[in-house]
């Protein structure tokens, strides 16, 4: 039997060392002592610099309160406080840190170096430690309030730990969350993180908020989906505060934040109760992010349980986790209402389309349920519907028209001096012809007025070829339009010309550019960029094909709103719709006070029209400058309108409803603040050029047709960014799924 072993006791620098490696595993734990540090210190504001992960360099600077210079000699120490006295003190802590063996453990595997000046001390001093103790004297030295601390060659004496760190990205993504999780939980104070020489990875500002530093952090998807929980509880003494995402948003890898009277801790059965109330939502190994924040009184929590104290223990335990969790379950309940909504929004997918491609060209077997037309040459909806007859004088009357009528009829670009121009003969003088006579006569009422310019505007725009052959072509190629992909991430955004454009620098055109891209509804976008169109229902509705499923449209809805998104995106880039005769504007307003949509009493109250008009003339004559190199809505100083905006090549607005666009133009624009302006003015002239021809003539009816299908949806299909307002105004409905169809009719 061999003799024992002799017991003796450690020396001091083993014992330092080994208590080192328990409190500092890695450089995250090192960051968050530290960040504890300067927190007790009640800093606003913190900065933190990392090279190599943290193992070659670590430094944090604060705006605390910093340390005294006769502290600076035992700072370092093992147990070393200033935070604790007695320990009946343990028992009701209200700070980060109370050992003092954060700084001493740092001190005895790394090199530490401290600068640090208080608010009444007169220069700040630096010092450098090693193995807890003082190397020489702190020296005087010029710095800010606060505290600088920086580590260098961490674990440079303990090789197997520094070796056994994987690499540096991992332990940089390790002091990401740890300075994630303080930011978002101190959002009164400003964090800043950023590797060495290199740009900044997180920054937060001072007194923000928690979803605003949610959204810097973690981004804008989660941010987006928080809702806030809060629970009180006096006979616990207990109050809870945090936020959870909702039931529409899930990750693979979810994200607890903790903290328990201000600590980032981690509680396993706090994450059990959790995950156990969303797994009722959400799919299967799917979890959410939530930040819950509790505060008890701290003679009920026990914080001295671990090295790194990244563990407590707290009285109460189980009834604490059933508050959070009911608390949970009916935030979450109450707001499954919105995730049935986003749900319909998501279940078209883009990629269904090139699937189904796919397949086919694989040889994979393809059910009839699945199929898509691809092909421009079959049949279309309209063959379903009865056609006039060739024979018919209004088919005659178009066939016998001649090559230069047809010229005349159809749109012509002149470009001058980098300037487009619309010029139509037939179209634009023959609408002021007819304007003009009645308004200077006064003796034809506003619906014959209208009638006449609708007549006028639908002959000159109807640009749809007549020939049996230029038909075919036609259509062909809209088909062929229709089946072309186009990546749905292509928009307003993302145009390139090839011709030199005015770009923009007002801060509030981008700001109103910036509301339309976060408002935009992904799911309607993959839709709308691969749609087929199917057939017009009326002039406000149409039917389009998207993979197998089809939707009903309010295409004078969507219109509006991708002429607002034109005129915001095209801004100081619009070509003109030239006026031949000039159209007196006090002629056209009186015209919009008599119209029906005018409030009858308002125009009691207001009194005499004409003078009621010549103020609005002399008003939009005055913004006549700006007017024309923003929106290229011309007018003279006599008070005349010269050319309007052409916004969408081949789209002239129904000219029916200028009087009362020209009316709010004045009335509903708010033409103090800039920002307003544009974003009112965009509203009305969209609201303006998105109106159809409501007459029910055969010919104007089918010239609106053709507009929509050649030219509206063709530019949706390419630029629009549909918004997410679309899923519940009803914008855009489902109307059928082929494979449900299939499922119907196999019951027959």
């Not at 009640?42 to 360099?57: D, E, F, R, S």
């Not at 303080?182 to 001072?206: M, P, R, W």
């Not at 796919?358 to 199929?371: Q, S, V």
């Not at 709103?561 to 915001?568: C, G, K, Q, S, V």
């Amino acid at each position: 039997m061999g003799e024992p072993g002799i017991i003796k006791k450690l020396d001091e620098d083993v014992v330092n060392r080994i208590a080192a490696g328990e409190i500092v595993q890695r450089p995250a734990n090192a960051l968050k002592e530290l960040i504890e540090n300067s927190l007790d210190a009640k800093a606003t504001n913190i900065i933190i610099t990392v090279k190599a992960g943290g193992l070659k360099y670590l430094q944090i600077q604060d705006n605390g309160t910093g340390i005294r210079h006769e502290d600076l000699s035992i700072v370092c120490e093992r147990f070393t406080t200033s935070k604790l006295r007695e320990y009946e003190d343990l028992q009701a802590i209200s700070t980060y840190g109370f050992r003092g063996e954060a700084l001493a453990s740092i001190s005895h595997i790394a090199h530490l170096t401290i600068l640090t000046k208080t608010a009444d001390s007169k220069c700040a001093f630096k010092a450098t430690y090693e193995n807890s103790k003082l190397k020489g004297s702190p020296k005087a030295c010029a710095g800010n309030n606060g505290t600088q601390i920086t580590v260098e060659d961490l674990f440079y004496n303990v090789i197997a730990r520094k070796r056994a760190l994987r690499s540096a990205n991992e332990e940089y993504t390790h002091i990401m969350e740890v300075v994630g999780g303080y930011a978002i939980h101190n959002s009164h104070v400003g964090f800043t993180l950023k590797k060495f020489g290199e740009n900044t990875d997180i920054k937060t500002q001072i007194n923000s908020s928690v979803i605003e530093n949610v959204r810097i952090i973690h981004g804008n998807s989660i941010a987006r989906e928080l809702l806030e929980i809060e629970v009180k509880d006096e006979t616990l003494k207990m109050s809870v505060h945090g936020f959870i995402t909702n039931v529409n948003y899930s990750n693979k890898k979810g994200a607890l934040l903790l903290f328990i009277n201000h600590r980032l801790v981690d509680c396993v059965s706090i994450r059990k109760a959790i995950d156990a109330v969303y797994s009722t939502y959400l799919p299967k190994n799917a979890h959410s992010f939530v930040y819950i924040s509790i505060e008890l009184d701290p003679r009920n929590v026990d914080v001295n349980v671990h090295p790194t104290k990244h563990e407590v223990q707290f009285l109460y335990e189980e009834q604490i986790i059933d508050k959070i969790k009911t608390c949970v379950e009916s935030k979450l309940l109450s707001c499954n209402s919105s995730r049935v909504m986003y749900t319909q929004a998501r279940l078209p997918g883009a990629t269904a389309v090139e699937e189904i491609i796919k397949k086919t060209t694989d040889g994979a077997k393809m059910y009839a349920k699945d199929l898509v037309r691809v092909n421009a040459d079959t049949q279309k909806i309209n063959k379903f519907f009865q056609i006039a007859d060739k024979n018919s004088p209004v088919d005659k009357k178009a066939a016998t028209k001649t090559d230069e009528e047809e010229k005349e009829r159809n749109v012509v670009m002149d470009v001058d001096n980098n300037e487009s121009e619309v010029i139509g003969p037939n179209k634009v003088a023959g609408e002021e012809t007819e304007l003009h006579n009645d308004i200077n006569g006064e003796a034809a009422k506003l619906p014959g007025v209208i009638n006449e310019i609708d007549d006028e505007l639908e002959n000159s725009i109807e640009m749809e070829p007549k020939a049996r052959q230029e038909k075919w072509r036609d259509h062909v190629n809209v088909d062929k339009g229709n089946l072309s992909y186009i990546d749905p991430k292509e928009s307003f955004k993302t145009r390139k010309f090839v011709y030199e454009r005015v770009e923009t620098k007002l801060t509030s055109v981008r700001q109103l550019r910036v509301a339309i891209e976060e408002k935009v509804n992904n799911n309607l976008r993959e839709i709308l960029a691969n749609l087929i169109f199917i057939a017009c229902i009326d002039c406000h509705k149409s039917l389009i094909q998207h993979s197998t499923k089809l939707y009903l449209c309010n295409t004078t809805r969507m219109a509006e709103e991708l002429f607002y998104e034109t005129i915001l995106y095209d801004f100081q880039n619009f070509g003109l719709i030239k006026l031949s005769n000039p159209l007196p504007l006090e002629e056209l307003l009186v015209l919009g006070l008599n119209t029906p949509e005018a409030d009858s009493d308002v125009m009691k109250e207001v009194g005499d029209l004409r003078e009621m008009a010549k103020e609005m003339t002399k008003f939009l004559t005055s913004k006549r400058a700006m007017l024309l190199e923003y929106f290229s809505l011309e007018m003279n100083a006599e008070g005349e309108l010269l050319a309007l905006p052409l916004l969408l090549d081949g789209h002239t607005p129904f000219m029916g409803a200028l009087p009362t666009y020209l009316v709010r133009l004045v009335t509903e624009v708010n033409w103090d603040a800039e920002k307003e302006c544009f974003d009112s003015f965009s509203r009305q002239t969209a609201i303006f050029y998105s109106q159809p021809n409501p007459d029910d003539n055969e010919n104007v009816m089918k010239a609106e047709q053709w507009k929509q299908e050649h030219i509206i949806f063709p530019a949706i299909r390419r630029y629009f960014l549909p918004p997410s307002s679309f899923v519940d105004s009803g914008a855009i409905l489902q109307i059928a799924n082929l494979s449900d169809l299939y499922k119907v009719f196999e019951r027959c």
